[in-house]
C-alpha cells in the first residue's frame, strides 16, 4: 500500500519539487541569498500562488455550491418532512429522486463545495512529503526529487527564519526558537481558517439560510475546524505550516473579493454592495425593472390628472340604454338622420294630393 501511494505521489512531488526551485532561483537571481530561510520560505509561497492561481474556477464554484447548498436548505427540509418516517423502499427512493432533482435544478451538490479541498490535497502532501524527506536527500538515502539533489536539500535543510529550520517540527525538537516559531504558524493557521469559514456564513448568507440544520453543522465546524489543525499543526514541518498560512490568507482575500463583488441574494454582503453601487450613482442590479415599470406608473398617473384637469370634469362611462336615449334626442349619431326629421316615406299624403275619384 505504501509503494502504491508513493508511485500516485511521485509526479505531485515531481511538480512541488520544480515549482519551489523555479521561484528559488528566480529569488537568487535578484539578489536573496541561495542558502537563506527567507528565499526558501517565499519559494513556498510562490508554489502557493502558482496552485491557487490555477484553482480559481474551482474556488468560485465552490463558493456559489456552498451558497446554494445553504439557501435550498428550506426546500431540503420540505422533502425530508415529506417523507418523515416512512422506511419503505418505494419512499427512500423517492425521496432521493426529489433531493437530487433539487441539486440538478440548483446546480449544486454537497460534493462541490468539497471539491478545492480534494484538488489541493495532493499538493499538500506532496510538499509535507518533500520537506519531510530533504535530510534523507542530503544525506543520500533518498532519491533526489526533481530538481532538488544531495546540494540542494542540504541547502535547504540548513535553511532557518528566526533561528527555526524549515524542516523542523515542534514535537520534532527540542529548540525554543522552533517552539515559538511553530506554534506562532499554528495560530496564524487556525485563526485564518477560522475567519475565512465566518466571512462567508456571516456575510454572504440570508438570515433565513443559517436557520436550519446544515448551517447550524456549518457553525460547528467553525470552531471545531481551526481545534483540528492546531492539534495536527504540531506534526507539521514549518515549511508545511507556511504553505498553509499561505493558501489560508489567500483564500480569505480571494473569498473576500468574491462576496464583496457577487454577494448572494438577501445577504448583508448584498446590502451593502447596493449601498455601494447608490453612493456611485450606479444602477442596482435586478431594480432597472422595477425602476422603469414605477416611472412609467407615475408618468401614466401624471398624464392622467393633466388631462383630467383640462376638461374640468372626468368623464363618466355611458351605458347602452343612456345612449339610445340620447341617439333619440337632440343629436344624431355618424351617417343617421337629424334628430326630430321625417322622411316623405314617413310622412302620410294630403288631401291635395290625393288623386280623385270623380
Given amino acids: ?15 512541488v519539487a520544480w515549482i519551489m526551485y523555479g521561484f528559488h532561483t528566480a529569488l537568487t537571481a535578484i539578489g536573496m541569498p541561495s542558502g ?55 419512499s427512500r427512493q423517492a425521496m432521493t429522486q426529489e433531493t437530487m432533482a433539487l441539486y440538478k435544478k440548483e446546480g449544486t451538490n454537497p460534493f462541490s463545495s468539497c471539491l478545492p479541498i480534494l484538488v489541493q490535497s495532493p499538493f499538500f502532501f506532496g510538499l509535507f512529503s518533500v520537506l519531510n524527506g530533504v535530510d534523507e536527500i542530503a544525506s543520500g538515502e533518498r532519491a533526489t526529487v526533481g530538481p532538488i539533489d544531495q546540494p540542494v536539500a542540504a541547502e535547504f535543510e540548513k535553511a532557518s527564519i528566526f533561528g527555526a529550520q524549515l524542516s523542523d517540527t515542534f514535537l520534532g525538537s527540542d529548540s525554543i526558537n522552533v517552539k515559538i516559531v511553530t506554534a506562532v504558524l499554528i495560530v496564524l493557521m487556525s485563526a485564518t481558517t477560522f475567519l475565512t469559514q465566518r466571512q462567508l456564513m456571516t456575510k454572504n448568507m440570508p438570515a433565513s439560510a443559517l436557520d436550519n440544520p446544515f448551517a447550524k453543522q456549518q457553525k460547528l465546524l467553525l470552531y471545531i475546524l481551526p481545534i483540528v489543525f492546531a492539534v495536527s499543526g504540531v506534526n507539521f514541518p514549518i515549511g508545511v505550516l507556511i504553505y498553509w498560512f499561505t493558501t489560508n490568507v489567500w483564500s480569505m482575500c480571494q473569498q473576500f473579493y468574491v462576496i464583496r463583488r457577487m454577494p448572494a441574494p438577501g445577504s448583508a454582503a448584498e446590502a451593502s454592495y447596493h449601498a ?9 442590479p435586478g431594480a432597472a425593472a422595477a425602476a422603469a415599470a414605477a416611472t412609467a406608473a407615475a408618468e401614466a398617473e401624471a398624464v392622467a390628472e393633466e388631462g383630467a384637469k383640462k376638461s374640468g370634469q372626468r368623464q363618466q362611462p355611458t351605458g347602452k340604454k343612456r345612449k339610445k336615449a340620447k341617439g333619440a334626442g337632440g343629436n344624431a349619431p355618424a351617417g343617421g338622420k337629424p334628430s326630430g326629421a321625417t322622411t316623405a316615406k314617413d310622412t302620410p299624403p294630403s288631401d291635395s294630393a290625393k288623386p280623385s275619384t270623380s
Avoid at 500500500?1 to 511538480?15: Q, V
Avoid at 508554489?47 to 468560485?60: G, K, N, Q, T, Y
Avoid at 435550498?72 to 416512512?86: A, D, R, S
Avoid at 455601494?276 to 442596482?284: D, E, N, T
Fill in 1 to 15: 500500500m505504501g509503494d502504491f501511494f508513493s508511485t500516485i505521489m511521485a509526479p505531485i512531488e515531481w511538480l
Fill in 276 to 284: 455601494r453601487l447608490a453612493k456611485k450613482g450606479k444602477p442596482i
Fill in 36 to 90: 537563506s530561510g527567507w528565499t526558501w520560505a517565499l519559494s513556498i509561497v510562490g508554489l502557493v500562488l502558482v496552485m491557487r492561481a490555477a484553482m480559481i474556477p474551482l474556488f468560485v464554484k465552490q463558493i456559489m455550491a456552498s451558497r446554494k447548498m445553504q439557501m435550498i436548505q428550506p426546500e431540503l427540509q420540505k422533502i425530508q418532512k415529506k417523507y418523515k418516517g416512512k422506511t419503505d423502499p418505494d
